[in-house]
């Protein structure tokens, strides 16, 4: 009999314990951050990556053997140097070869031109008169044009001792060459690049192919720019995609105003595809996903109650809720993780 008693009062004890526990457990409150909802404006984008590169690039080499020469830059002061700007049509380099510029025999083609032309004119002349026939004024406008492609012949042989820029850009690369040296014909002489513009050659998932349109901006940032962003454009879009990889090819144009991006930096651009105002706007990372839908918690007098949430635009960090939710309503955004419906909250810095 006393043993039965001892254990009715254990066992009473014990569940007295159990509910004490709980009790305290349920006065517990989770520590939270929560916001107020307010209308938002969010965008729906694409992002792209990839590495950017000059619209415009070229590389120079000798067409003839020479004597290399470095000209003076812009300034009048200092030999061309990398990273110079040179404008279009500027001597960058020039190959001193006297025997390669008597064998052109300029100024003898120049006078034979000259000769030719004075035949031609007066055999027009004599010809409107009736004083030669059409047969000699054709011969004398033969001899004319003859002379005229040997004398542009030798001007386009003599500018290739002369190494000019055909674009204003910048010097990317200037391999050295002691004075008067030598150079062999098809030697790299120098590279130049316009960067004002630049191209990016990119590879969009199939599932994008309805968004993405030739002619749509692009915002392209880098680690360089810091806030700032630039203008970029589709231009380019390849119908086919890739059977391997479920993608297609496009390329894009970035004006670089202030040469603030380099060739070969690394991008990533934004494509706005879609857009909405006045909308209710959360961070996707507060978003609850369970197998029957998403969820967030909404604070209501001190109590977390899970509801459930329907989406619509959303980017990387943000998404757009159509249903679920209403303006003026606290969400929690910090804390949520341990959470229960109906928790008990403490707000929360």
Known sequence: MKKLLVFIISVSIFAACGNQQEDLSSDISVPVSVTELKPQSIQKFIEINGSVKPIKEVKLKAEISGKYHLMKSSSGINPYTLGDIVKEGAEIIWLEDFEYENNIKLPSQKLNLEITKQVFDKQQSLFDKGGVTLSELKNAEINY?????????????????????????????????????????????????????????????????????????????????????????????????????????????????????????????????????????????????????????????????????????????????????????????????????????????
């Open 145 to 349: 044009m003859n002379a005229k492609y040997t004398y542009d012949d030798a001007m386009i042989r003599l500018q290739k001792m002369h190494v000019k820029a055909p674009f204003t850009g910048a010097i990317v690369d200037l391999p050295y060459f002691t004075p008067l040296a030598k150079i062999d014909v098809n030697s790299l002489l120098v590279s130049i690049m316009d960067y004002s513009k630049l191209f990016m050659e990119i590879n969009l998932a199939e599932k994008n192919l309805e968004y993405i349109k030739s002619g749509q901006t692009v915002q392209i940032t880098n680690y360089t720019l810091l806030d700032d962003t630039l203008k970029g454009t589709i231009t380019q879009l390849s119908p086919a995609i890739d059977p391997e990889t479920r993608s297609f090819k496009g390329m894009i144009v970035i004006d670089n105003p202030g040469l603030k991006l380099r060739p070969g930096m690394f991008a990533k651009g934004e494509v706005v595809v879609a857009s909405a105002a006045n909308s209710i706007v959360i961070p996707k990372e507060i978003i609850v996903s369970k197998q029957k839908g998403n969820y967030v918690f909404v604070v209501e007098k001190g109590i977390a109650y899970e509801r459930e949430i329907q989406i619509g635009l959303e980017n990387p960090k943000q998404v757009q809720v159509v249903s679920g939710l209403k303006v003026g309503e606290n969400i929690v955004v910090k804390g949520f993780e341990t959470l229960r419906n109906e928790s008990k909250i403490k707000v929360v810095k």
